[in-house]
Structures are given as C-alpha cells and as structure tokens.
C-alpha cells in the first residue's frame, strides 16, 4: 500500500461534475490499495469572485480581512469533495489549514510555512479514512487564518507530502506535464518525462505557469519527489526530482517566457560603498520582487543600476526609489522602460557544454530580435526582449536546440 497525495487544482474542481470526476479518481486510487490524502484549490473563479466583493465593499480592504474571507474559497471545496467521496463510498473527512496542522509565519495574503504537525491527520489516516486538505491556508502562531499567496495550494500539497512521508505526491493540474515551452506559443514543444529540482526551479523563475518557485525549493529541500500532470487523464507527467548524472546529457531542458515586464535604470549615483544596498533596501521595503540585476560604472564614474520586475510593481517602484535618489544622489535620474519580456533557456548540461549562448543569439539575431539586458545562472541564460517578439524568440530559440526532438 501506498501513501499518496494528490493535489487538485481550482479547475479540476470548477464544477460539480468535475467535482464528481475528482472523487471518482481518487477511490479509482483507493480501490488500488492506496491511502490517499487530497489537497484542494478554491472552485476556478471563486476566490476571483470574493476578492471581487471585497473590494466592492472597500478600496482597501485590511489583510487579515482578506485572509479570513479567502480561506473559504477551499474551505467550500474539501467539504464538497469529501460529500462526493462519502457518496461512493468511500470515508472521507475534510480538514481545514489548521486543522492539517500547517503553521505559519509572515505577513497577512502572503504567509510562509513555518512547521507542520501532521498528528491529526496521521489518526484519520490510521483510522483508514480519506482525507481532503485544504490547500493555500495555515495558522499564525496567535491563531489567526494565514492564506499562502500565490502557488500556496502546490505548497500545501508537497509539505503536506514531506510531513506524513507520502510516498508519492502527484500535482493534478489542466495540464499534462511539463513542456519544453508554452505549447501555446510554440506547437512542437515536446513533454519532458523527467526534470531536475534545479531545472524546474529556474524554468518556474522564469515564467513557466506549471508550479511556482517555492513550491519547487520546498520539494528540493525535504527530498519530495513529485509528479506533475493531468487531471483529466491517466497519462504520465513529469517527475521533477534530485538531478542525476545522465540529465547533463541533455544541454538545454526547455525554454520559459514571462510577459509583462519592466525595466528600471538609475543613472548618476555616487559609486561608493553601501549605495547599492540603500537602493535595492527602498524596493524590499516596498515588497517589490526584482529578476534581472545589472550595475555598472560610467565613464563619469557614477554608478548605473538597471533591474526588471512586473510592470504591475513598476508606479511602486518609482514611488519609493524618488525620496531616497533624493536624498542620496540629488543629480540621479530614473528611467523606466515597459512593454518588455523575458526570455529564458535552463538546462543543467550548460555546465558541462560550451556554446550555448552563442546559439541563442544567432538564432535571435538572424530573426532580427534585438537583446536587451541579460543574466546568466550556472544553468540559464536569460534576455529581454520586446514584447511583441517574445513569441516568435521563443520558437526561434527552441528551434536552435532542436527541443521538439527526443534526446538520443
């Protein structure tokens, strides 16, 4: 017998049909001789649709507010899951964040796990009962509801894993893997059978929608091998697990793409110690998350410092660089740039196989994409490009490492 925990994402239970699907797919696992522990999104759209009516009731609504209304978005759904499980026959019992013994610390809307006491679900679990867990919430350490933000049901799901020691933990999602990029974008992108920790980790940085970077740092930290793939079949996904030898056989894994991006240069600062940090100190302060990072001095000697973020982050941005450019270097301008995107190539075999960038900017160049800033990681090359070409880059660059082909 196995211990498997599957988690359902917002779609897969968007309605009660599909809710009924859910069921059936979990006691088909049941009837397999598996115990089976659930993990459940809010229904697609109703934590939209609360979020909606809270700021219809207020321009601002507090926090802890949000958090307390969007909890019950999954709170809606494991009870309605466990209804359609008890329907088939088969015992189940929904069980709250808190309940699944998910601590956590951080600010309201955006709450970290701290530690996890999997004690009451190890009696359900003993006493031979399904269980459905909710997912994207936890309990502060004075007891109040803490929603996880973004990804925070993927991240239920592989804590949830580490802390009852599953031995498989599957992420049951619209799609059916993990690509070598967007099919969307590009139609010949191919299905990865296996990927790395660190692979997924910069791919899921870079853009992929499939799982959110912290659910992935989780998994690589306690060792949760996981899979992700369909809900609406039964076709294998994609392993994402610890790297192996033979995965630097293949040079580059896939090709990520993040839309709506902005850039930020400071020029004219002063180039002295502790500038830097000042700067980048104001946009932590203001909860900005920055990706690319570039500095350098001028023949002026003044420093030039350019970064990239969400274009939804870019008026915060401006609004807490101004008053302290003004009070540090007064002759500092700010320049802005929107309408970008960025454009990523992960794969541990960089390490070992010269060239790749090389090839990556020949393939842009010869479709006239013009390279606006770059970074690089021990496996990523990463660009920015406009963004009315990110799509034809993507095709051009997957094309030059011939990824819709089955590494021989």
């Known amino acids: 017998m196995a211990l498997i925990v599957q988690k359902y994402g917002g779609t897969s239970v968007g309605s009660l049909d599909r809710i009924r699907n859910v069921a059936a797919r979990i006691k088909r696992t049941r009837d397999e001789g598996n115990q ?5 999104s809010a229904m697609s759209g109703v934590t939209d649709g609360l979020i909606k009516m809270a700021k219809e009731l207020s321009e601002t609504p507090t926090e802890r507010e949000m958090d307390v209304l969007l909890a019950t978005g999954e709170q809606q759904s494991i009870a309605l899951v466990a209804m359609a ?10 069980i709250t964040g808190r309940q699944a013994g998910i601590h956590t610390t951080g600010s309201h809307t955006r709450g970290r796990i701290l530690n996890l006491d999997p004690s009451l679900m190890k009696e359900f679990l003993d006493a ?4 459905v867990v909710a997912g994207f919430q936890g309990v502060t350490p004075d007891g109040m509801i803490h929603t996880l933000g973004r990804g925070g049901s993927d991240l239920t799901a592989i804590a949830v894993a580490a802390s009852i020691k599953a031995d498989v933990c599957q992420i049951l999602t619209d799609v059916d893997g993990v690509y070598t990029c967007d099919p969307r974008v590009v139609k010949n992108a191919r ?5 790395s920790y660190d692979e997924m980790l ?3 940085s870079s853009g992929s929608k499939v799982m959110q970077s912290r659910s992935v740092e989780f998994a690589k930290k306690f060792g949760v091998i996981f899979e992700v793939r369909s809900s609406l079949n039964d076709n294998p996904g994609t392993l994402v697990l610890e790297e192996h030898p033979t995965m630097e056989n293949v040079v580059i894994r896939g090709i990520s793409i993040e839309r709506s991006q902005a850039r930020v240069t400071i020029t004219g600062i002063p180039d002295e110690p502790g500038m830097s940090g000042i700067i980048l100190g ?3 302060d203001a909860e900005i998350n920055l990706d690319m990072i570039v500095s350098n001095i001028a023949h002026d000697f003044r420093a030039r410092h350019s970064f990239t973020m969400h274009s939804s982050d870019l008026g915060r941005a401006q609004a807490a660089l101004k008053p302290v450019l003004a009070e540090l270097a007064p002759d500092a301008s700010i320049e802005t740039e929107a309408g970008i995107a960025k454009l990523s190539a992960v794969g541990i075999g960089m390490r070992s196989h010269s060239g790749v960038a090389s ?17 690089t990681s021990e496996i990523k090359i990463a660009v920015t490009v406009d963004e009315v070409h990110i799509e034809d880059a993507a095709r051009a660059v997957h094309d030059a490492f011939h990824l819709d082909r089955q590494p021989g």
Do not use: Q, R, Y
Not at 85 to 94: F, H, M, T
């Open 202 to 204: 910069e791919m899921a």
């Open 282 to 284: 104001a946009l932590a």
């Open 359 to 375: 090839t990556m900017f020949k393939a842009l160049g010869d479709k006239n994409i013009n390279i606006g800033m770059i970074s």
């Open 128 to 131: 031979g009962k399904t269980l």
């Open 85 to 94: 499980l008890n329907e088939l026959g088969v015992e189940a019992a929904s």
């Open 191 to 195: 299905k990865l059978p296996e990927i």
């Open 36 to 40: 089976v522990v659930a993990v459940v």
